[in-house]
């Protein structure tokens, strides 16, 4: 069934202890709607996913990369990987990236770039407060 299996088996009917499908009536109406679905077999909390970073898996990471930098396009035209270079193909999305502004040992500033190379998808991201390139992500 695959990821949403949880999902596809769930019977609010058949699950003892669960509210029904309309929340907000019933006995129960004042308990808080999250901690209902909290209890749901098919939530994940996003501080329980291992993170690339802290070498757990996955495809997020934070790698510093060499770029090279097209100031006509205001893009990366390379970048250097394990000792390859990457080619940029093509800029697909450029963003923002802002964090915790106001606390100065957990800001995030940073501008980041999805770019396409040898096929493909790269999040670069320039950090202004350190004044590096990082290679954030490897999209599937």
């Known amino acids: 069934m695959g990821r949403n ?14 509210q029904p499908i309309d929340l907000f009536s019933g006995k129960d109406a004042r308990r808080p709607v999250i901690v209902e679905l909290l209890r749901s077999p098919w939530i994940v909390r996003g501080s329980h996913v291992p993170s690339g970073s802290s070498g757990h898996g996955g495809k997020r990471r934070e790698l510093e990369v060499k770029v090279q930098w097209d100031g006509a396009r205001r893009a990366p035209s390379t970048f250097d990987m394990n000792g390859k270079r990457y080619t940029v193909d093509a800029l697909v999305q450029t963003w923002a990236l802002e964090r915790a502004w106001w606390d100065p040992r957990a800001r995030l500033s940073r501008r980041c770039f999805r770019v396409l190379a040898r096929g493909g998808l790269y999040d670069l991201a320039y950090d202004l407060l350190t004044g590096r390139w990082l290679l954030v992500g490897i999209v599937d």
Not at 5 to 18: L, M, N, Q, V, Y
């Open 5 to 18: 299996s949880a999902i596809k088996k769930f019977d609010p009917a058949t699950e003892t202890g669960h």
